[in-house]
T-cell receptor, first 113, second 116 residues
Framework: NAGVTQTPKFRILKIGQSMTLQCTQDMNHNYMYWYRQDPGMGLKLIYYSVGAGITDKGEVPNGYNVSRSTTEDFPLRLELAAPSQTSVYFC????????????FGQGTRLTVV | KNQVEQSPQSLIILEGKNCTLQCNYTVSPFSNLRWYKQDTGRGPVSLTIMTFSENTKSNGRYTATLDADTKQSSLHITASQLSDSASYICVVSETHGSGNTGKLIFGQGTTLQVKP
C-alpha cells in the first residue's frame, strides 16, 4: 500500500523561484490537507480540500496555491519563494467518516535561500 | 480562537519508566481528539482517536484519557522504550453543526527522549 506519497523529499529554491509540491493518495480519501512544520513548532494548516474541485484556506495560506482536479492528487504551488517558506511540508488525507485516521506523507523539506 | 496546548514542551525519562503527557484544548464543538507520534524526519502516525463520549483508549503501552468537561486529555506511556523517543502531538478535529469539516488543529507537541 502506497498510502500518501509526497515528492520531492528535499528541495532548495532561490528567492523568487516557483515550484510545485506533489501529493497523491491511493486510498480514495475525499479529504486532503497541506501542513507546514517549522523547527520546534506544531503543524499549521495551509490549505485543505473536502473533495475534487473544492479547496479552502487554512491558517497560513498566503504565498501558496492549491488545486484538486482529481480525488488522488492535491498539489501545492509556491509562486514566489521567500525565506519564510523554509519549512517541512506534510500532505495528509482522510476519509470524511467521523473518527477515521488521517494518514500523512513523509514530508518535503524545503529551503529557500 | 480554537487552540490546542500541550505540556511539557520536552521531557527526558529513563528507559522502563512511565510518563504522562498533557493536552488542553479550547476547540468547541469538536468531533474527536487524537494523539499522534512523530519520529524525527517522518510524518505523524496515529496512536489513538477518541470521541467526546469516550474517557479512555489504549493502544499497547499507550493509554489516552479524555475529560470533555474540562477539555483536557492525557497520554500515558507505560514501561518506556528507547523507540518511544519522538514528538507526541495532540490533535483535535474541529466540527461545525452536524457535519465534520475535517479540519485538524494541532498542538505544538511534546518531545520525549528516553535514555538507557
Amino acid at each position: 500500500n502506497a498510502g500518501v506519497t509526497q515528492t520531492p523529499k528535499f528541495r532548495i529554491l532561490k528567492i523568487g523561484q516557483s515550484m510545485t509540491l506533489q501529493c497523491t493518495q491511493d486510498m480514495n480519501h475525499n479529504y486532503m490537507y497541506w501542513y507546514r512544520q517549522d523547527p520546534g513548532m506544531g503543524l499549521k494548516l495551509i490549505y485543505y480540500s473536502v473533495g475534487a474541485g473544492i479547496t479552502d484556506k487554512g491558517e497560513v495560506p498566503n504565498g501558496y496555491n492549491v488545486s484538486r482536479s482529481t480525488t488522488e492528487d492535491f498539489p501545492l504551488r509556491l509562486e514566489l519563494a521567500a525565506p519564510s517558506q523554509t519549512s517541512v511540508y506534510f500532505c495528509a488525507s482522510s476519509s470524511p467518516r467521523e473518527n477515521t485516521e488521517a494518514f500523512f506523507g513523509q514530508g518535503t523539506r524545503l529551503t529557500v535561500v | 480562537k480554537n487552540q490546542v496546548e500541550q505540556s511539557p514542551q520536552s521531557l527526558i525519562i529513563l528507559e522502563g519508566k512511565n510518563c504522562t503527557l498533557q493536552c488542553n484544548y479550547t476547540v468547541s464543538p469538536f468531533s474527536n481528539l487524537r494523539w499522534y507520534k512523530q519520529d524525527t524526519g517522518r510524518g505523524p502516525v496515529s496512536l489513538t482517536i477518541m470521541t467526546f463520549s469516550e474517557n479512555t483508549k489504549s493502544n499497547g503501552r499507550y493509554t489516552a484519557t479524555l475529560d470533555a468537561d474540562t477539555k483536557q486529555s492525557s497520554l500515558h506511556i507505560t514501561a518506556s522504550q528507547l523507540s518511544d523517543s519522538a514528538s507526541y502531538i495532540c490533535v483535535v478535529s474541529e466540527t461545525h453543526g452536524s457535519g465534520n469539516t475535517g479540519k485538524l488543529i494541532f498542538g505544538q507537541g511534546t518531545t520525549l527522549q528516553v535514555k538507557p
